[in-house]
Nanobody, 125 residues
Framework: QLVESGGGLVQPGGSLRLSCAAS??????????IAWFRQAPGKEREGVSS????????AYGDSVKGRFTTTRDYAGKKVYLQMNNLVPEDTAVYYC??????????????????WGQGTQVTVSS
């Protein structure tokens, strides 16, 4: 139901912008809290960021605070994750997920109803 794009290979210190959009017409991202998660090989899934349906509330994981920013494009019905000053530890598959608007923030996976297939981000020299 969701599709991520924008992943790729980037050198340490570089930037990437991931996009999350709804596939098909069954889900309007504007009505949902959207979170980004990531999972590196051999590691547990980690919450990266979240943004409420009205955009007023954002949250970031400790490891990305000050480097990552999540924003909404209501006209384009997309959610972005701008990632700056990337480090090798950011290498992972990144997923976006949608939750009912009352969730507002956070990364309790069971509260998220729709998920994307993920996009690979690799930070390496």
């Amino acid at each position: 139901q969701l599709v991520e794009s924008g992943g790729g290979l980037v050198q340490p210190g570089g930037s990437l912008r991931l996009s999350c959009a709804a596939s098909g017409s069954t889900l309007d991202l504007d009505d949902y809290t959207i979170a980004w998660f990531r999972q590196a090989p051999g590691k547990e899934r980690e919450g990266v960021s979240s943004i409420s349906a009205n955009g007023a509330t954002t949250a970031y994981g400790d490891s990305v605070k000050g480097r990552f920013t999540t924003t909404r494009d209501y006209a384009g019905k997309k959610v972005y994750l701008q990632m700056n000053n990337l480090v090798p530890e950011d290498t992972a598959v990144y997923y976006c997920a949608a939750a009912q608007p009352w969730v507002r923030a956070g990364w309790v996976a069971g509260l998220y109803d729709a998920w994307g297939q993920g996009t690979q981000v690799t930070v390496s020299s």
